[in-house]
């Protein structure tokens, strides 16, 4: 079992920056993708960024050169560092982890970008 606790989220103005921090604790191992995921109000939840076993990472269109995804195995964390942030990245912004049927999800930060 693996559980992940998502930390780091906030009201920014546009224009600003936070950093999202997931730790994760229970089975897990740096062979689990991990990805951040986000939900605005009344919509879907939709990927963010991913990054796998090896780092290399996958970054939707919409968040591309703003945003950085990485990991650090030693600790178990993820992160996602959002810079030039905008109102539209408000979200719900959930961790999430997968190693082949395994999938885990914590129970997200709010995001808010507002002046």
């Known amino acids: 079992q693996v559980q992940l606790v998502e930390s780091g989220g906030g009201l920014v103005q546009p224009g600003g920056s936070l950093r999202l921090s997931c730790a994760a604790s229970g089975s897990i191992s740096s062979r689990y993708t991990m990805a951040w995921y986000r939900q605005p109000p009344g919509k879907e939840r939709d990927l963010v960024a991913i990054?796998?076993?090896?780092?290399?990472?996958y970054y939707v269109d919409s968040v591309k050169g703003r945003f950085t995804i990485s990991r650090d195995n030693a600790k178990n964390a993820l992160y996602l560092q959002m810079n030039s942030l905008k109102p539209e990245d408000t979200a719900v912004y959930y961790c999430?982890?997968?190693?082949?049927?395994?999938?885990?999800w914590g129970q997200g930060t709010q995001v808010t970008v507002s002046s």
């Open positions: 990054i796998n076993s090896v780092s290399s990472t």
């Open positions: 999430h982890a997968f190693l082949h049927r395994e999938k885990y």
